[in-house]
C-alpha cells in the first residue's frame, strides 16, 4: 500500500478521488442531511490535517483513502508478515 500525498495529485483528479470514495463508502451524518459539497469540505479537512490518506495498492491497483489508524494497522501487519516469513 502506497501512501500518495494529496498535493502530489491534479486538483481535478484529487476531487475525483473524493467523490468516488465519498459516493462508494456512504457515510452517516446522523440525522441531518449533507450534501456531496459539504462531504467533499469535510473529507478535504481531514485529508489536509492528516486524518485520513489517499493510499494505492499495486497489487489490486485501486486507489482509497483510509483513516491514519487503518493504514497504519496494516502496514503493521504487512511488517509481522514479512517477519513470518523472514
Do not use: W
Not at 494529496?6 to 473524493?18: A, D
Amino acid at each position: 500500500m502506497i501512501e500518495i500525498p494529496p498535493e502530489r495529485l491534479p486538483e481535478g483528479t484529487l476531487t475525483s478521488v473524493i467523490e468516488e470514495y465519498i459516493l462508494r463508502e456512504g457515510t452517516d451524518y446522523g440525522n441531518q442531511e449533507v450534501n456531496l459539497e459539504n462531504k467533499i469540505s469535510q473529507v478535504r479537512r481531514q485529508l489536509n490535517g492528516g486524518d485520513i490518506v489517499i493510499t494505492f495498492d499495486p497489487v489490486t491497483e485501486n486507489c482509497t483513502l483510509l483513516t491514519r489508524h487503518q493504514l497504519n494497522r496494516y502496514q503493521q501487519q504487512q511488517l509481522a508478515a514479512e517477519q513470518d516469513q523472514g
